[in-house]
């Protein structure tokens, strides 16, 4: 039963000729390659936190070190409170993703099922700020945030999270999709439109929701210079904290206690997309739309 | 259409208006106000800061042009534009191609094709800093690479010279950020209908011409909508040059917005730094809206 769908550019027949093996054998190679310099350098990070200062500049290094040195993480807690870093991190993810959800939620929903007037002037009133980069009004974004008083304020990241015209873009789309019959016979049926959106838009949006937490996710976990600006010491999320504190240019904190700190880091979101692969992948194609 | 049972027009006033629109714009109220504050007020404030002399003690002043005239004097801005240019060149260059011979390599892949999707997108998963962090090793004097090419006897490479750190960044950038052009490109291989090539093969043409003539004009909406994309983001590219090299040696890797962060955050000129956003705002919608266009003229054409 092979049919048209088991092929891709190259069928069977192509295998049988001398030259496209030779070209193909070459490609795997180069895959296998690839594939290693990618999975490399993470195992090598985390081989070397385990290594003596002298075992990690030892020449010709070894992969494996020779003690598993456990001391060095227990080290790594003197130069960085990874749990409190940690914990900041979670905070400004929880109150970002609770924001920007609800409240683009809600407003993405007016726009696609409820009445409004000049619904297109406030729709180009959000949508407009897509063409703009953030970064060129990254200097004004700061100064406001310190004329607000919001500096150093969990504040400063939970309200501006709701200003996402992107997200507001993927909810309407979404909800666009959504039949207005749903709305209308539950209208009939004496439920308010808050009842309508909380019971029937939000089950039904189920997976461009987890999208957007699993993007808001990566978001915060990997933001660390715009954090480091606006807040400061105990109340910095991990990632400027590590900016701040262990790998600023010209650190001079011993590599294996670094790499230590790496590891512990890189953990959390890695086991974030081993569960979520799909999601993060869709929400990957939705990104193309952004242009 | 909505049933208009109890339309405004009947009674008319502003009473019956407001409870004809009262949910839809309670729903829109706080994202309306939020939008304000943190999106409409700080880009109009950069316009106006821009003109000013931004002084957290004594209170603004009003500069006039001064301070482009500031920006536009200084030498470092036209080595910040050239280096920008030479990074997003460098990034077309080195890095464009490589997600789409990725891609089309991996949809030919008989075994593992899961894994060698997926494997490219790792670094996009691990937050940037961790990768700055272990490249800062990598590219260390006496560092795995160089411990590498010395073991098969070649000279050292000095990536943190001059005259190689641009390329440096570029490699750490292309490794880091190709897997999710990839998948991109993946699923919109998925996409070409298998007859097209069946057809292509049955005339006679070989590998290479089913990808020159079927494969590559299939992708060519996404490859524009992606380098459109890589254009705007490497404009704007600052991080990894100022964790990996702090934009040294000698301003070599000192791109624009890393100019005007330092003006902002290091030297406290918050009007030099915002006039710079201004510019770099205008450059920025002028070219998305141009590229808009052209995708919609395109489109109808």
């Excluded at chain 1, 937490?213 to 010491?233: A, H, I, K, P, R």
């Excluded at chain 1, 991990?238 to 900016?243: F, G, K, P």
């Excluded at chain 2, 006039?64 to 990034?91: E, H």
């Excluded at chain 2, 260059?93 to 089309?104: D, K, N, R, T």
Aim: charged share 15%; with cysteine.
């Amino acid at each position: 039963m092979k049919t048209a769908q088991d092929r891709a550019i190259m069928s069977r027949y192509d295998f049988r000729k001398p030259g496209v093996k030779v070209v193909y054998a070459f490609m795997v190679l180069c895959i296998i390659l690839i594939s290693l310099s990618m999975l490399y350098p993470f195992a090598n990070t985390f081989m070397n936190s385990l290594k003596s200062t002298e075992e990690f500049f030892a020449f010709p290094a070894p992969f494996f070190p020779s003690h598993w040195l456990w001391g060095n993480y227990k080290e790594s807690l003197d130069y960085l409170n990874i749990a409190l870093h940690f914990k900041n991190t979670v905070l400004i993810f929880a109150g970002n993703t609770f924001i920007s959800l609800t409240f683009l939620g809600l407003a993405a929903f007016s726009l696609a099922h409820l009445r409004v007037p000049a619904k297109k002037w406030i729709t180009l009133y959000f949508m407009s700020t897509l063409l703009i980069p953030a970064n060129s009004y990254l200097i004004p974004n700061f100064l406001n945030l310190k004329g607000l008083g919001l500096l150093n304020s969990f504040w400063a990241f939970w309200l501006p999270a709701g200003a996402n015209a992107f997200y507001l873009l993927l909810l309407k789309n979404f909800f666009d999709g959504i039949h207005k019959e749903l709305f209308e016979s539950a209208r009939i049926d004496g439920a308010s439109e808050f009842r309508s959106f909380l019971s029937i838009a939000v089950p039904l949006s189920a997976p461009i929701l987890v999208t957007l937490v699993l993007l808001g996710f990566s978001t915060t976990w990997n933001d660390f210079y715009w954090s480091s600006l606006v807040m400061q010491e105990d109340k910095l999320p991990l990632a400027a904290a590590i900016y701040t504190k262990i790998i600023y240019p010209g650190s001079t904190i011993n590599w294996n206690v670094r790499f230590a700190i790496l590891s512990m880091t890189l953990l959390p979101p890695l086991i974030v997309f081993l569960f979520f692969q799909r999601y993060i992948i869709s929400g990957l194609s939705l990104g193309a739309v952004k242009g | 259409m909505e049933l208009r049972m109890d339309t405004p027009v009947a009674k008319p006033g502003l009473r019956r208006k407001t409870r004809w629109y009262f949910w839809g714009l309670l729903f829109l109220v706080p994202e309306i106000v939020i939008f304000f504050i943190f999106l409409w007020v700080p880009i109009a404030k950069g316009i106006s800061y821009s003109f000013y002399n931004v002084d957290f003690v004594d209170g603004n002043a009003f500069v006039g042009w001064q301070n482009y005239a500031d920006v536009l004097g200084n030498p470092d801005f036209y080595t910040a534009i050239r280096n920008t240019l030479v990074y997003m060149g460098l990034a077309l260059l080195i890095g464009f191609w490589v997600p789409i011979a990725m891609a089309i390599a991996v949809s030919e892949l008989k075994w593992f094709k899961g894994f060698a999707r997926i494997v490219g997108y790792l670094p996009s998963i691990i937050p940037a800093i961790v990768l700055y962090g272990m490249w800062q090793w990598f590219y260390d004097p006496v560092g795995p690479i160089n411990s590498f090419l010395n073991f098969v006897g070649l000279p050292e490479f000095d990536f943190y010279s001059k005259e190689h750190a641009m390329f440096s960044l570029i490699i750490l950038e292309t490794w880091q950020n190709f897997g999710s052009a990839t998948l991109i490109y993946v699923a919109g291989l998925a996409a070409v209908p298998r007859e097209l090539y069946e057809a292509s093969e049955l005339d006679g043409a070989g590998v290479w011409a089913r990808i020159r003539y079927v494969t590559l004009p299939s992708l060519k909406g996404l490859i524009l909508l992606l380098l459109v994309l890589q254009l705007i983001a490497t404009s704007q590219a600052f991080q990894s040059q100022l964790l990996m090299f702090g934009g040294g040696p000698d301003n070599a890797t000192l791109t624009y917005l890393l100019l005007t962060t330092r003006e902002a955050f290091t030297f406290f000129n918050f009007g030099k730094a915002s006039a710079m956003g201004v510019l770099m705002f205008i450059v920025l919608v002028v070219f998305s809206v141009a590229t808009l266009k052209l995708r919609k003229g395109g489109d109808e054409a």
